[in-house]
T-cell receptor
Framework: EAGVAQSPRYKIIEKRQSVAFWCNPI?????LYWYQQILGQGPKLLIQ????????DSQLPKDRFSAERLKGVDSTLKIQPAKLEDSAVYLC???????????FGNGTRLTVT | AQSVTQLGSHVSVSEGALVLLRCNYS??????LFWYVQYPNQGLQLLLK??????LVKGINGFEAEFKKSETSFHLTKPSAHMSDAAEYFC????????????FGAGTTVTVRA
């Protein structure tokens, strides 16, 4: 089966600019997650979707980050405006149901200068 | 709240030697514990998981981990390191299997010397 697809792989922007990341989960996976992985740290959950509804966005900095999952399939994560501390790898993950494992994409590496 | 601590940010082993990566957890309820591996420029891949069944868990690529409640530990081992084991390893904990809210450790980078 095809894995979790993410694009772009790399993005360099200046602070205060906007950026968007895209994720296409494995077909049929109802649950989708966005994680932020800062260099030298483990991934941190930003938001969890169940189909097209948000289950948990308690760790999402809502003043600058937003995410949506239209039609319960693809998802986009947006940062506006970006700060230097947003430099990180943004990982998307999905799973079929509560008994199945997480599948991670290869991530988008964001550098904010 | 649950958390994990990985002891040692870097581990260097010789090819064929034992690999031991340490993970201690903190949780107010019985935890679910996971080890993930991340190769350069790739996403995370599940190595193994503990979900309250057998305390010794076998995973992929010859890795295993033992859940020790008395020590709040879930250390990862592999008897004989291969060059292909060079990667970053993350321990993670969840207290709710249903929503898989994983809390990750900071990771341990493994290098394998020929």
């Amino acid at each position: 089966e095809a894995g979790v697809a993410q694009s772009p792989r790399y993005k360099i922007i200046e602070k205060r600019q906007s950026v968007a990341f895209w994720c296409n989960p494995i077909s049929g996976h109802a649950t989708l997650y966005w994680y932020q992985q800062i260099l030298g740290q483990g991934p941190k959950l930003l938001i969890q979707f169940q189909n097209n509804g948000v289950v948990d966005d308690s760790q999402l900095p809502k003043d600058r980050f937003s995410a949506e999952r239209l039609k319960g399939v693809d998802s986009t994560l947006k940062i506006q405006p970006a700060k230097l501390e947003d430099s990180a790898v943004y990982l998307c993950a999905s799973r079929y149901d509560r008994n199945s494992p997480l599948h991670f994409g290869n991530g988008t590496r964001l550098t904010v200068t | 709240a649950q958390s994990v601590t990985q002891l040692g940010s870097h581990v260097s082993v010789s090819e064929g030697a034992l690999v031991l990566l340490r993970c201690n957890y903190s949780s107010s309820v019985p935890p679910y514990l996971f080890w993930y591996v991340q190769y350069p420029n790739q996403g995370l891949q599940l190595l193994l998981k503990y979900t309250s069944a057998a305390t010794l868990v076998k995973g992929i690529n010859g890795f295993e981990a033992e859940f020790k409640k008395s020590e709040t530990s879930f250390h990862l081992t592999k008897p004989s390191a291969h060059m292909s084991d060079a990667a970053e390893y993350f321990c993670a904990v969840s207290v709710n299997r249903a929503d898989y809210k994983l809390s990750f450790g900071a990771g341990t980078t493994v290098t394998v010397r020929a």
